[in-house]
C-alpha cells in the first residue's frame, strides 16, 4: 500500500507489480550488480505470462492466487500471497528496523533478488533499507559446484557423523566452522577430505594455543627486568615491535572486508612467538608488560570471540585428564615404564599427546 501510494506500483487482475522503470526516473537501480536498467530492457523478450505487466522487468509485489494454489490469504486486492522479494523487506524490517546494518546472502541472490528488496524498500521509505550487503560465494565439492542433481549434496548433519558415500570420516562442529573461516566469504569454498583434514590439525593447533597460552605466566622477576629494559632505553625491543604489529594484523585483516583468512595467518605467526615463549626459545623479558597483555587479549579475543572457536570435550573431561595425567606420573616416578608406556598409548588413541616436563607432565592435542 506504501509504495502504490508513492506511486511506484500497480494493480492489474488482483495482482500488484512494482513499476520499475516509473521507479528509476528518480532513484538508482543496479548498485549492486552494476546491472543498467537500459541494457536489461534491451537482453528481455515478451512472453506470455508477462503480458499483464507494464514492462517485463517489472516485478510482483503480490499475486493473485488460483483456485488450487497452496499459499492464500486475504488482501485490498485479491486472494493471494506476497512476491518473493517483498517477503523478505518485510520480514526484515519487522524485525530488524529500517535501515539494519548487515545483509548477507549466497552471491546468487545479488541479482535480481537484493537489487529488488532495495528498490522496493526505497519505494516505500525513501531510503536504503541496509547499511552493509556481504554475499558469500559458492560450495564447491573437490572443485565441482555442489549440488542435488549432481549427487554431491552434503549436509552439516552428514558431515558431522560422516555419513556419506563422499566422506572417508566424520568432521566435529568446530572442524567445519574452521574450514569455513579459512576462506574469504567472498571466495568459492571447496569441500575435500584433504582440506577438512587440514582444518582439524589447524584447528586444534589454535586450541593448544590457548592452553600454551594459559601456562605462560609473566614473573615478578622477567617483569621487573623488562619494565627496567624499557625504562632505560625509552624504546620498544624488535620484538615488541613484531607482536605488535602481528596483533595489529588480525584487526586489519577483519576491517578488511571480514577477512577471516589473512586474520587466522595472523594468528598463526602470533602462535609461533607464544610456543617459542612456552618452549623457552623466546625470552618473555625481551617484550613489555603491556605487550604480553596485548598477546593474550588479542588471541583469545579471536579465536574465542570473533571467529567462535572453542575446545571440544566434555563437561567431565579436565577432571578425569587430571587424574589420568597423576597417574602416568607416579607411574613414572616409579619406574612403572609399562604402565607408563600403556597410558600413553591409550591417550594418543584419544588425539592426546603426553610430554615429560622438568618437574611434571603435560598434555596437549595431538596435531
Not at 625504562?231 to 605488535?244: A, Q, T, V
Amino acid at each position: 500500500e506504501k509504495i502504490i501510494k508513492n506511486g511506484f506500483a500497480y494493480e492489474v487482475n488482483g495482482s500488484v507489480y512494482f513499476d520499475l522503470e516509473k521507479y528509476v526516473e528518480s532513484n538508482p537501480y543496479g548498485k549492486l550488480s552494476g546491472r543498467v536498467v537500459e541494457d536489461l530492457l534491451a537482453g528481455t523478450r515478451k512472453l506470455e505470462a508477462q503480458q499483464e505487466k507494464k514492462s517485463p522487468l517489472d516485478f510482483a509485489l503480490w499475486k493473485k492466487a488460483n483456485p488450487g494454489h497452496i499459499m492464500q490469504w486475504p488482501s485490498p486486492w485479491s486472494d493471494g500471497f506476497p512476491g518473493w522479494h517483498l517477503e523478505c523487506s518485510v520480514m526484515s524490517s519487522k524485525y530488524l528496523g529500517t535501515p539494519f546494518d548487515i545483509h548477507g546472502g549466497g552471491l546468487d541472490l545479488l541479482f535480481p533478488h537484493h537489487e529488488c528488496e532495495i528498490a522496493q524498500s526505497r519505494a516505500a521509505n525513501n531510503t536504503d533499507p541496509v547499511k552493509y550487503w556481504m554475499h558469500n560465494n559458492l560450495i564447491t565439492i573437490n572443485g565441482q559446484k555442489m549440488g542435488k542433481s549432481l549427487g554431491n549434496f552434503i549436509t552439516l548433519e552428514q558431515l558431522f557423523t560422516g555419513n556419506h558415500d563422499l566422506l572417508e570420516e566424520a568432521y566435529s562442529p568446530m572442524t567445519i566452522r574452521f574450514f569455513i573461516l579459512q576462506s574469504h566469504y567472498r571466495g568459492t569454498l571447496d569441500f575435500s577430505n584433504k582440506a577438512l583434514k587440514g582444518s582439524r590439525k589447524g584447528f586444534i593447533k589454535l586450541m593448544n594455543g590457548l592452553r600454551v597460552l594459559g601456562k605462560i605466566v609473566m614473573s615478578r622477576n622477567v617483569m621487573s627486568k623488562s619494565k627496567k629494559r624499557h625504562d632505560i632505553r625509552h624504546d620498544i625491543s624488535k620484538l615488541d615491535r613484531e607482536i605488535n604489529q602481528i596483533c595489529d594484523a588480525c584487526y586489519e585483516a577483519m576491517n578488511d572486508d571480514f577477512n577471516t583468512a589473512k586474520a587466522i595467518a595472523a594468528l598463526f605467526d602470533l602462535l609461533k612467538k607464544i610456543n617459542g615463549f612456552y618452549q623457552g626459545s623466546l625470552d618473555l623479558s625481551q617484550i613489555s608488560k603491556i605487550t604480553f597483555g596485548k598477546i593474550k587479549d588479542t588471541y583469545r579475543t579471536f579465536v574465542n570471540d570473533i571467529l567462535g572457536l572453542t575446545e571440544e570435550k566434555p563437561d567431565s573431561f579436565d577432571d578425569m585428564l587430571s587424574l589420568l595425567l597423576n597417574i602416568y606420573w607416579e607411574a613414572k616416578q616409579n619406574k612403572n615404564y609399562d604402565k607408563v608406556d600403556e597410558i600413553r598409548a591409550q591417550m594418543k588413541k584419544q588425539g592426546i599427546v603426553l610430554k615429560d616436563l622438568k618437574d611434571g607432565v603435560d598434555w596437549a592435542y595431538e596435531e
